[in-house]
C-alpha cells in the first residue's frame, strides 16, 4: 500500500475546490496591435511591379502611391526625401526596424530588406542568400539596364539608329540565353524561388518589346510561365493606374521629362 504523506485524508467537498479555483476568461487580453500599411510609390514598370510582387507574396498590407513620372511628379520635394534618384518604387514603411518609420529607396534594396522583415523569398543561411544576391544584383546591373536601353531604342528614340537597336537587342538575347541555362537544371534562378525571381520576371514580360521570342529559350519559358501562373503574380500584375494607361509618349514635354533630365 502507498505511504501515508501525514496529513488528514478529509477530502473537502467539491463546491469549495471549485470556489478555490481562479476564475477562467476574466482577464483582459491586449488588443492586437493594428498594423498601418506600407506606402509603395509605384509605376507600372518593371522596376514597379519587383515590389507589388513582393508585397502581395509575403501578404503584406500596403497602399499605392501611384508616382506619375510623365508628368514629372517623382521630382517632388516630397519624393526626393523618400527617393533622392527620383526614381520608383520606394517605400515607407512604417513600422521599421525598432517600430519606427523607415524608407527605402532601389529595388533591390527594397526587396532585400522585405526579405529580412518577413523571413521570405530570401534565405538567411549563407551560401542560398549568395546565390539570390548573385542573381539579384545581375539582373539590377545587366538584364534591367540592357532591357530598358533595348526598349528605348526600339520604340522611344526620335530616329532609328541601327547600332543602337542592335547592340542592345543583341545583349538582352544574350543575357535571356544566360538565364535559359541557368534554368536548365533548375526551377529558379538560385534554386528555389525568390526575390531573385521576383526581380527578373517583369523583364522578361516584356521579351517581345525587346525582340525576344520565348519559345527560343524553353527553359526560360517554363520559368516566366510558373511565376506568372502564382497567384499573388498575377494579382501584383493586375494592378492598373488609368493615368498611365493615358500617357502619350509622343508629347515633346513628356519625352523631355522622361529622357532630357541634367543634373542642372
Given amino acids: 500500500m502507498p505511504r501515508a504523506s501525514g496529513k488528514s485524508s478529509k477530502k473537502k467537498p467539491a463546491v469549495a475546490a471549485r470556489r478555490a479555483a481562479p476564475k477562467r476568461g476574466t482577464a483582459k487580453q491586449p488588443a492586437p496591435r493594428r498594423r498601418e500599411p506600407i506606402e509603395l510609390y509605384y509605376w507600372p514598370t518593371p522596376n514597379g511591379w519587383k515590389i507589388s510582387i513582393m508585397l502581395e507574396e509575403c501578404a503584406l498590407p500596403y497602399v499605392l502611391r501611384p508616382i506619375n513620372i510623365s508628368k514629372g511628379e517623382q521630382f517632388s520635394r516630397h519624393f ?6 527620383n526614381r520608383i518604387p520606394a517605400i515607407v514603411d512604417p513600422d521599421g526596424p525598432g517600430g519606427r518609420p523607415i524608407s527605402v529607396f532601389e529595388s533591390g534594396a527594397i526587396l532585400q530588406y522585405l526579405g529580412r522583415k518577413t523571413g521570405k523569398f530570401y534565405p538567411r543561411e549563407e551560401r542560398a542568400r549568395i546565390a539570390v544576391d548573385e542573381w ?16 528605348h531604342f526600339r520604340h522611344y528614340a526620335p530616329k532609328k539608329i541601327e547600332y543602337g537597336v542592335d547592340r542592345y537587342t543583341n545583349e538582352v538575347n544574350r543575357l535571356f540565353g544566360v538565364m535559359n541555362t541557368r534554368l536548365a537544371g533548375r526551377d529558379f534562378l538560385a534554386g528555389r524561388y525568390s526575390i ?5 520576371v517583369g523583364w522578361v514580360k516584356l521579351a517581345e518589346r525587346m525582340g525576344q521570342e520565348l519559345p527560343q529559350f524553353p527553359h526560360l519559358n517554363r520559368w516566366f510561365e510558373t511565376i506568372r501562373a502564382r497567384p499573388a503574380v498575377k494579382r501584383a500584375f493586375a494592378i492598373r493606374v488609368e493615368a498611365a494607361s493615358a500617357v502619350d509618349m509622343h508629347d515633346p514635354k513628356v ?10
Avoid at 80 to 85: D, F, Q, T, V
Avoid at 196 to 200: G, L
Avoid at 255 to 264: E, H, P, S, Y
Wanted: charged share 10%; no cysteine.
Fill in 80 to 85: 526626393l526625401a523618400i527617393s533622392p534618384n
Fill in 136 to 151: 539579384l544584383f545581375w539582373q539590377m546591373g545587366g538584364l534591367g539596364p540592357m532591357a530598358g536601353q533595348a526598349n
Fill in 196 to 200: 531573385a525571381d521576383m526581380a527578373s
Fill in 255 to 264: 519625352r523631355a521629362v522622361l529622357f532630357g533630365q541634367r543634373a542642372i
